[in-house]
């Protein structure tokens, strides 16, 4: 099992461009999270798909911020345009969700540490 | 939302040494996990444990959750175990599936 896999691992851009950020959740796991993590704010919840859908997005930030899960083995956070405030590490992670109350632990990628001058 | 608490927020330890620390939390809770972030940045999963206790090598871990508290011991510590150990919980009320909020961490350094 390769685990949660993110690219890329580091992304530098400047102010104003479109970041993408990829996520392949480990094979079977049917829930997929993305996290993000500054020194200020710690471990944030971004959004949570089950079954490829959408199921929350109150941590998204703003407008400037979309996620997408095509199918079950890829999913895409996008800011558009980014923002020196968006700097931070993204984590994605999966699990398998067996009932309402029941799921497999939580599995992280490496994350994508992003830095937007 | 619900509240979790860590402490302390730092640990220093001399190889060898034993440790516990402690995760509170607001709110009743159907799902806990402590995880260990090494200094690679890497998020490890260490625990599933909404109740009971667990042992894995030298680490285990107590939720009580009646209290609203879980433990996590690290016996015998060595300079690998160093990084920060988070507690994250999801509240029964708003219970999703691994919707985690997660405490702000306890970071260890291990000294050889």
């Known amino acids: 099992d390769a685990g949660v896999i993110q690219s890329p691992r580091h992304e530098v851009t400047e102010m104003g461009q479109e970041v993408t950020l990829r996520c392949k959740p480990i094979s079977g796991h049917n829930s997929l999270f993305w996290y993000r993590q500054t020194m200020m704010r710690g471990l944030e919840l971004l959004i949570y798909?089950?079954?490829?859908?959408?199921?929350?997005d109150s941590g998204m930030p703003e407008d400037r911020f979309s996620a997408k899960m095509p199918n079950a083995s890829f999913s895409t956070l996008k800011i558009q345009p980014s923002e020196p405030r968006d700097s931070a590490v993204y984590f994605c992670?999966?699990?398998?969700?067996?009932?309402?109350?029941?799921?497999?632990?939580?599995?992280f990628g490496n994350g994508t540490r992003l830095t937007v001058t | 939302g619900i509240q979790v608490e860590q402490s302390p927020p730092d640990l220093i330890l001399q190889e060898g040494a034993n440790s516990t620390l402690r995760c509170n939390f607001s709110d009743s809770v159907n799902n806990l996990q402590w995880f260990h972030q090494n200094p690679w940045g890497q998020l490890i999963n260490l625990f599933y444990?909404?109740?009971g206790t667990k042992q894995n090598g030298r680490l285990s871990a107590t939720t009580v959750a009646t209290e609203r508290y879980s433990l996590l011991y690290i016996s015998s510590s060595q300079t690998t175990d160093s990084g920060v150990y988070f507690c994250a919980v999801e509240p029964v009320i708003k219970a999703a599936g691994n919707k985690l909020t997660f405490g702000g961490g306890t970071r260890v350094l291990v000294k050889p």
């Open positions: 992670a999966s699990s398998l969700k067996y009932s309402r109350n029941q799921n497999s632990p939580l599995h």
């Open positions: 444990i909404p109740s």
């Open positions: 798909f089950n079954n490829n859908v959408p199921i929350d």
